[in-house]
């Protein structure tokens, strides 16, 4: 009976184990409630959502800073076609207006709008830049249901991708933000969300966010698992 049982437990382990290391798009995860398991009622699960960037109406994303198209947004289907051939689009960005004109100003900062369905807990993007004089420090501000979570300048994860500069982080501890701010997460619950980017130094840094190409897949995915997260920078709002 003891070897039936240490053979139970073992095999539950590695069950557990393998289902962590190979959790992917689509699988769900406690977060909450996983030391009672016998309790279900403090259980709070999350669900990881891949998406990729694509461009609006317009090719040029600043058209939307300026007002005449709508901002690009993501969605679950990946780029199949090649910036060679034509395919993708691209938001210029140069801190100038950031500096001069106001935080965020969308006519010189990349932003992306969006939303996610379900109780949110992490963020991690991945963004392909084209620029003169690349750099990893870049000016993000996060807003969720029209509350601003994350707004400043963070040194980033940078990685040669091709004719790109590859720029990935990770916003993490968001179930807790969203709880201390009394913002609903729960299942079903639709948040709208703003990614605003743009590099830090007004006279070098003006280049282009590139999205919606093969070569450039950016995307933001949700509820990354942390234990996925070596290769980016993790942003805390709660500053830890």
């Known amino acids: 009976m003891r070897l039936m049982t240490r053979l139970l437990t073992t ?8 289902t962590s290391a190979f959790a992917d798009n689509g699988d769900c995860r406690l977060i909450r ?3 009672t398991p016998d309790d279900t009622s403090d259980d709070v699960s999350v669900c990881r959502q891949d998406t990729w960037i694509h461009q609006a109406t317009a090719k040029l994303g600043n058209a939307a800073g300026f007002g005449h198209d709508t901002f690009p947004s993501w969605n679950t289907t990946q780029p199949t076609a090649s910036y060679t051939t034509g395919a993708g689009g691209a938001y210029v ?5 950031h500096q001069l004109v106001g935080s965020q100003d969308p006519r010189g900062s990349a932003v992306f709008e969006g939303t996610y369905t379900g109780v949110l807990d992490t963020i991690g993007v991945n963004l392909y830049a084209l620029m003169p004089a690349p750099s990893n420090e870049v000016n993000i501000a996060l807003t969720v249901d ?4 994350f707004g400043a300048s963070q040194e980033v994860r940078g990685a040669p991708a091709g004719d790109f500069l590859k720029l990935s982080f990770a916003f993490v501890n ?5 709880e201390g701010l009394g913002l609903p997460n729960e299942p079903g619950q639709q948040h709208s969300i703003t990614l605003a ?7 070098n840094d003006a280049g282009a966010f590139v999205y919606d190409a093969t070569e450039a897949p950016a995307g933001l995915l949700f509820n990354l698992e942390n234990n996925k997260m070596t290769q980016y920078a993790k942003i805390d709002p709660f500053g830890g």
């Open 174 to 178: 968001l179930h807790a933000v969203l």
């Open 146 to 149: 029209d509350e601003q979570i």
């Open 197 to 203: 980017v743009n590099g830090t130094y007004a006279l």
């Open 11 to 18: 095999t539950l382990g590695f069950a557990m184990l393998a």
């Open 93 to 97: 960005a140069n801190s100038a207006f």
């Open 33 to 35: 409630g996983a030391e």
